[in-house]
Nanobody, 128 residues
Framework: QVQLVESGGGLVQAGGSLRLSCAAS????????MGWFRQAPGKEREFVAA????????SYADSVKGRFIISRDNAKNTVYLETTSMKTEDTAVYYC?????????????????????WGQGTQVTVSS
């Protein structure tokens, strides 16, 4: 079992920045990719960004491309999301997700069903 713990959420003004972190732990930890999703009130959970654990290839939602950067520290089993130029529409609960190593993974996963483990979420609120 893998546990994911997010941190770094909070209140930020439009145009500001935040750094979200997600630390993975657990016995037999074996991860192939990690990602960030978000869910605003009344909306479905949506993909934000993801990164392959080996090689570091990344993928971003069009809505955050050029403003958010995902990175990972393999030694710390931690993934980060650097958010800049934030907009009020970025307000949501941000969830960290991890995909275990199982078979062939093509590209960078982007769907909720591609990930096996989820964090509890961290609230990000962008004020105007």
């Amino acid at each position: 079992q893998v546990q994911l713990v997010e941190s770094g959420g909070g209140l930020v003004q439009a145009g500001g920045s935040l750094r979200l972190s997600c630390a993975a732990s657990g016995r037999s930890l074996s991860i192939s990719a990690m990602g960030w999703f978000r869910q605003a009130p009344g909306k479905e959970r949506e993909f934000v960004a993801a990164i392959r654990w080996s090689g570091g290839s990344t993928s971003y939602a069009d809505s955050v491309k050029g403003r958010f950067i995902i990175s990972r520290d393999n030694a710390k089993n931690t993934v980060y999301l650097e958010t800049t130029s934030m907009k009020t529409e970025d307000t949501a609960v941000y969830y960290c997700a991890a995909r275990k190593v199982t078979g062939l993974m093509i590209g960078v996963p982007r769907t909720t069903t591609s990930f096996d483990y989820w964090g509890q979420g961290t609230q990000v609120t962008v004020s105007s």
